[in-house]
């Protein structure tokens, strides 16, 4: 396994249009998270999933925005009706909650994807 | 809530001089990872610190954590071209809010030949 992917690298859109990203976590990794960076920013959280359950999204996530993670592998992040604002770098992180019973639970390093940077013109 | 700050924000340094980035949290946290990211790249792991008094070092940078005064550092040590990048750390808040991590906001490091 080579890590976390991402697809596509890049898309330039027009606004209004819709765009879905594709991601592939570590294969045994139980979380999936999506991020979007701006430039000079840190990531900002948008959603994940445990498996393919979706926990939780960020307060500040649009209607627009959608992911999915259909069989608990691969996930997919949709964008409808782009706006400019719109574009950063989407990133995916997956990692491994290791359940530890009277130990607790902890989850292990996020692994990044190269990202998707986007483009609404 | 959870802030996490990053001094500097912005640092220029020579290479082979020593310099010191500063992470700062405002609650309890007993999981703190740095992250480097290059420039229009992803961010690449490179630490992760699980406990009061935790050190780790890989080549020149060497990251610590005291949970007490919800401080990490991030040690450089006679800076080469190569570290040139932005450093982020990013604080684990842990089972109760399902292990989402609070990022600072990078500091950027450009070390001149």
């Known amino acids: 396994d080579t890590g976390v992917s991402q697809n596509p690298r890049h898309k330039i859109t027009k606004r209004g249009q819709n765009v879905t990203f594709r991601c592939d976590p570590i294969?045994?990794?139980?979380?999936l998270y999506w991020y979007r960076q701006t430039l000079g920013q840190g990531p900002e959280f948008l959603t994940y999933?445990?498996?393919?359950?979706?926990?939780?999204k960020s307060r500040l996530l649009s209607d627009r925005f959608s992911a999915e993670r259909p069989k608990g592998s691969f996930s997919t992040l949709e964008i409808q009706r782009t706006e400019q604002g719109d574009s950063a770098m989407y990133l995916c992180?997956?990692?491994?909650?290791?359940?530890?019973?009277?130990?607790?639970?902890?989850?292990?390093?996020?692994?990044f994807g190269p990202g998707t940077r986007l483009l609404v013109l | 809530e959870l802030k996490v700050e990053q001094n500097p924000l912005f640092l220029s340094m020579q290479e082979g001089k020593n310099y010191t980035i500063y992470c700062n949290y405002s609650?309890?946290?007993?999981?703190l990872y740095w992250y480097r990211q290059d420039p229009g790249k992803s961010l690449e792991s490179l630490f992760v610190?699980?406990?009061n008094g935790a050190v780790k070092q890989e080549g020149r940078l060497m990251a610590s954590l005291d949970t007490k005064a919800r401080l990490s550092t991030l040690h450089i040590t006679a800076a080469v071209h190569d570290l040139s990048a932005t450093y982020f750390c990013?604080?684990?808040?842990?089972?109760?809010?399902?292990?989402?991590?609070?990022w600072g906001a990078g500091t950027k490091l450009i070390i001149k030949p």
């Open positions: 609650t309890t946290s007993d999981r």
């Open positions: 294969s045994e990794h139980n979380r």
């Open positions: 610190l699980l406990s």
């Open positions: 992180a997956s990692s491994l909650v290791l359940v530890m019973g009277l130990a607790g639970d902890h989850q292990e390093t996020q692994y």
């Open positions: 990013a604080v684990d808040k842990g089972m109760d809010s399902n292990y989402q991590l609070i």
């Open positions: 999933f445990q498996n393919e359950a979706q926990l939780e």
